[in-house]
Structure formats: structure tokens, C-alpha cells
């Protein structure tokens, strides 16, 4: 079975950190892109940022610098480091999963919501 298991959301202040989590099971990890996507009510879902297998990494335009994205195939484990946070960044952040060889599968998570405000 495999799951997606997104955690570290909450409410912060204008400014403040979080460090997302994605934990990962039941495919191949280390050749798997996994990603982080945020989706607020009545938004479309967008990309936050993404790293491959390889371990090279993509960030939407909105970030600016403000996160990381890391990875740590040990522990099966994404991570989202956010500072800088702006109440524009309040969604429900998902972690993607895209196995890079056959059969190519996608998996998603339900989600960790992050809240910023004051």
C-alpha cells in the first residue's frame, strides 16, 4: 500500500517558519520526484517546489527564496523548510509522488494545512 504521509502544518505568524514533512512507503523512494503543491479554497492547486531522484530542485515563482526542499532517502522522508511566511502562503500543502522508471505511477498525500497569520 502506499502512502503519503504529510505533517508539520499549523498556525504561524506573519513571518514565521514551518518545516514540512513527507514520509513515503510503499514504492521506490530513492527513484521517486516527490514534490510540494498548495491549494487554497478556491484556488488551483500550484507547484511550491519539487526535487528529483537526482536530487536537483524546482520552486514556483512565488517562493523567492523562502523555502527549501531536501530530501533524505534513509528515511523514506521529503522535507519543506518555509520561512518568511506570508498569509498569502495559508493553503493546504500536498506532497506528490512521481516514480521516475515503470510504471511511472503518481501518488499524492491528503495534505497538512498551513495557516498563517496574526
Known amino acids: 500500500q502506499v502512502q503519503l504521509v504529510e505533517s508539520g502544518g499549523g498556525l504561524v505568524q506573519p513571518g514565521g517558519s514551518l518545516r514540512l514533512s513527507c514520509l513515503v512507503s510503499g514504492i521506490t523512494f530513492s527513484t521517486s520526484d516527490i514534490g510540494w503543491y498548495r491549494q487554497a479554497p478556491g484556488n488551483q492547486r500550484e507547484l511550491v517546489a519539487r526535487?528529483?531522484?537526482?536530487?536537483?530542485?524546482h520552486y514556483g515563482d512565488f517562493v523567492k527564496g523562502r523555502f527549501a526542499i531536501s530530501r533524505d532517502n534513509s528515511k523514506r522522508t521529503v522535507y519543506l523548510e518555509m520561512d518568511g511566511l506570508k498569509p498569502e502562503d495559508t493553503a493546504a500543502y500536498l506532497c506528490?509522488?512521481?516514480?521516475?522508471?515503470?510504471?511511472?505511477?503518481?501518488?499524492w498525500g491528503q495534505g497538512t494545512q498551513v495557516t498563517v497569520s496574526s
Open positions: 506528490k509522488a512521481d516514480e521516475v522508471y515503470w510504471p511511472s505511477r503518481t501518488f
Open positions: 526535487i528529483t531522484d537526482h536530487g536537483d530542485t
